[in-house]
């Protein structure tokens, strides 16, 4: 009896842990790492049609910052009890932490991933005033001028995108850095800066209504949407790719109910051909991960960025 008394009285002192996402109380507050109308920002702002009644009702709260680690803080000081969640990026949660001299946490540790939503490569464009047209001109316009090529850079993701191809390709590149794909968007589109590393959710109506060139894609693969966009790849920097994510996490010590949950809710809605048709005409790849593989996918990350980051010699302040 004494035993079962100590059981039971443990249970109700940690009843969050047996709540169920039905029995949430109130709104779903979703940190966004990025500003509004970036890939973090239309990772959930995509999903919420297709998610079912049974979940509570979602309010996205954009908090950029810091690479996304504004977003990334508040999420680790929020309360385990499933009304505060973050879509976060490879950058917020991977190449962020490891470019600052002091992060503010752990991205393996200090976080419950619940789902990988989507990943994509990122495209170099340049404003309609620029002269160079392809990669290979890029070079050229950067050979003649000794203080190098100007890029605007979204997030800690885009400068290291930047500077790895920068170091790879033996071209100065000065990274102009902004806290987000909508403000680096406005920035190449205005002539502030020359050139720009964005999502293709940003940059794919601007190349194909003319107000932006394309230079080339990150990603291994061309994007489906912009077949005569050559990647960095085929343009000759041999070995090149760079890919980034999306995906929901939540506070440290989530439920293990919970993250089960949620996890299914959303895998549910990633797998709606309506949202999967919405994802890639953006240039998004649907993946739908459970818990498990989204942590490898985590720690791969970390080892592999740490390497580069260490080899290039690339920190932030």
Known sequence: MRAAAIVVAFLVSCGVHAQTMGKLEGPLRVLVSGSPGGPADSGIR???????????????????GA?????????????PDGRTLMVGSSGS?????????????DPVSDFTPIILITSNGLVLVANQKYSPNNFSELLAVAQKNRSGVNVGAAGATGELAIALLENMASIKMNRIRWNGAGPTEVGVLSGEV??????PVSSLGHIREGRLKGIGVTSSRRIELLPNLPTFQEQGVKGYEFQLWNGLFAPPKFPHGLVKEFNKAFANALQSPDTRKRYESLGFSVMASSP??????????????KNVITAIGLHSN
Do not use: C, W
């Open 194 to 199: 020359e050139m720009a590393l964005l999502p």
């Open 46 to 64: 995509l999903l919420v049609p297709a998610l079912t009644a049974d979940m509570p009702r979602i309010v996205v709260d954009n908090r950029p």
């Open 67 to 79: 690479g996304g680690q504004a977003a990334g803080k508040l999420l680790m000081n929020s309360a």
């Open 93 to 105: 949660h991977v190449i962020a932490p490891l470019m600052s001299k002091n992060p503010p946490y």
């Open 292 to 305: 498990s593989e989204f942590v490898r996918v985590i720690k791969n990350d970390v080892e592999k960025n």
